[in-house]
């Protein structure tokens, strides 16, 4: 892409019009480092002092959490309990083992990028300058619907939610949405510390959920539940380990399997926030690569871990499970996790449990809210969006992007008519097709980020984070991404279901109709490795590195803690 595009269109000024440029690293020391960022970005101090710019108000702990419990949703907790009744416990572990694995490749691509240019937004960015204008554009705005009617499916998850205790149904559905976009908007907009403290707790709880509920799976398994039935593997036997899905034999297994790399990349959707939050994060190029070494920690641990427990509690075929799905039953109902609660005759967890998935419903929301308010931010700065978007609050908060990324979640107020179990299946199947092209993205950007370094004569030992077996690792994640986008739809055929394959296929032609259009407007050209831009905003971010405090465990509770946030 056109450099004028990152300093506000300034190339086409006349010489006596050009802004002045001071040194990045005197006026990150002299003004701090926002404004050394902003200068930096936009080549104009004046840019620079009437937009203003992000903060770096995220503290190490809020990146690790985030980075921990961001991507721990309601697929987690309620989306995984139909992938289990389509495929079982065999194809459920797998599925979400191999999607783990693709993710993992993908991240690292990530981390590598955003440790050399921690930007707002990231990845619109990352291919706007490695690979096309138009990508970027298209990348953009894809990853801007996709957290918004993410936003949307979250919030829709915890009105369906709400309503498993009785008192809550006698109330209109309408006063819970209300009150939740409330809430998050009222902690996105404020400044990105009170985000980031608010995602520490959620995630905190989060995490101390389903750490309890392994350790929970753990005891009932061996025996050590209330009615003392020891249930090891039982249910891999009878019903199976391997269900057969729109098929019989080898094929239906295949099918069912098949469906739950479907069902995992929803689960798995949003795991790139943490790069999207680099643009804000105190000392990025230490907190950002130690996020994303521990990616595969937390996929093995979450999801991994997580589908073999509820492969081992519940059967397939149970049928308070397939009777909640089936009729939409209110709030976590529909969760394995709650089933095998009651199985194992514990009568106080369903509660706590479901009220955790509320939690966590709501934590997602607040997270899609920000990450699609500086997706727009990313545009606004690629010359991709109006320019009034990168104005933000003295305490550094895009707010003009927030309160449009906000308004989207008014649709939600659709499920009051729909039923909200319904319009949460069409917007997840919306959103998993939307996920898989930002994932694609990421790694085209990659592999052009790769060569253009090969091409500038910058070798990869020399920096911060370099991610392992590049470009091998890149290339893995968007095969198996685009083939999973190719096939995601494929019940939809068998026979033909028109609805079902507009639902799953939609994303496509929108993705390839924003690239298109850009192409055409600004007649862009796919850009050669020697001339992208990995430069410009590192200069002012290379200073403020300096500027970070050293941090000390002055003892050993302070060094286990350093160690996990």
């Known amino acids: 892409m056109e450099k004028e595009a990152y300093n506000g269109g300034t190339a086409e000024k006349s010489s006596d019009e050009m802004p ?48 921990l419990g961001g991507t721990i949703g309601t697929g987690l907790f309620l989306g995984i309990g139909r992938a289990f009744t389509q495929a079982g416990p065999l194809s459920i572990l ?120 392994l350790i929970f799976a753990f005891i009932i398994d061996l025996g050590g539940g209330p009615t003392r039935d020891r249930l090891g593997f039982r249910y891999w036997n009878d019903p199976g380990a391997m269900k057969e899905y729109k098929g019989t034999g080898d094929k239906g297994r295949f099918l069912g399997f098949f469906s739950v790399l479907v069902n995992a990349a929803f689960s798995y959707g949003g795991v790139e926030m943490v790069a999207v939050a680099a643009g804000e994060a105190e000392n990025p190029r230490y907190n950002i690569p130690k996020a994303v070494r521990r990616v595969f920690w937390r996929i093995l641990f979450f999801y991994v871990l997580g589908s073999l427990a509820i492969g081992v509690l519940i059967p397939y075929n149970e049928r308070r499970l397939l009777g909640a799905i089936e009729n939409g039953a209110p709030g976590g109902a529909a969760s394995p996790w709650v089933i095998a609660v009651y199985r194992a005759s514990v009568p106080v967890l369903p509660s706590i449990i479901n009220a955790v998935i509320l939690t966590s419903a709501t934590s997602s929301a607040n997270a899609f809210l920000f990450t699609g308010s500086r997706y727009l931010y990313a545009l606004a700065q690629n010359g991709q969006a109006p320019r009034f978007f990168l104005k933000c609050s003295k305490r550094g908060v895009p707010y003009y992007c927030i309160a449009i990324t906000a ?9 009051c008519s729909s039923g909200a179990d319904i319009v949460f299946q069409w917007f997840q199947n919306l959103v998993t097709i939307a996920s898989l092209f930002t994932w694609m993205s990421v790694s085209i950007a990659y592999i052009r980020f790769h060569a253009a370094l090969k091409a500038q004569g910058i070798d990869r030992n020399t920096l911060v984070f370099k991610s392992p077996f590049q470009p091998y690792t890149a290339y893995f994640s968007l095969i198996f991404f685009a083939i999973l986008t190719i096939f995601n739809g494929f019940y939809v055929f068998g026979p033909f279901d028109v609805n079902g394959f507009v639902t799953n296929y939609v994303g496509i032609p929108i993705y390839f109709v924003l690239y298109a259009f850009w192409k055409i407007f600004k007649r862009t050209r796919w850009i050669p490795s020697a001339e992208a831009d990995i430069q410009t905003g590192k200069a002012a971010l290379d200073a403020a590195d300096a500027h970070w405090p050293e941090r000390r465990p002055r003892n050993v509770i302070e060094r286990i803690w350093f160690w996990i946030a």
């Open 407 to 415: 308004s989207i979640s008014l649709l939600t107020y659709m499920s």
């Open 94 to 213: 797998l599925g979400y083992t191999f999607t783990g694995i693709a993710i993992y490749a993908m991240m690292m691509s990530l981390g590598e990028m955003a440790t050399w240019l921690p930007l707002p937004g990231a990845i619109p960015q990352f291919c706007a300058r490695y690979v096309d204008g138009a990508m970027g554009f298209a990348v953009g705005w894809n990853n801007w619907y996709n957290s918004a009617i993410t936003l949307c499916a979250e919030i829709s998850a915890a009105a369906v939610v709400i309503q498993f205790w009785n008192g809550a149904r006698d109330i209109n559905v309408a006063a819970w949405i209300s009150l939740i976009i409330v809430l998050i908007v009222c902690l996105n907009v404020f400044a990105v510390a009170i985000y980031g403290e608010a995602e520490f707790i959620f995630a905190a709880i989060k995490i101390i959920t389903i750490v309890g509920l």
């Open 20 to 67: 002045q440029l001071v040194e990045p690293a005197k006026l990150v020391g002299e003004k701090g480092i926002g404004f050394g960022e902003a200068a930096d970005m936009y080549g104009d101090l004046g840019a620079a002092e009437e937009y203003g710019y992000v903060s770096r108000g995220l503290k190490s702990r809020h990146i690790q959490f985030i980075a």
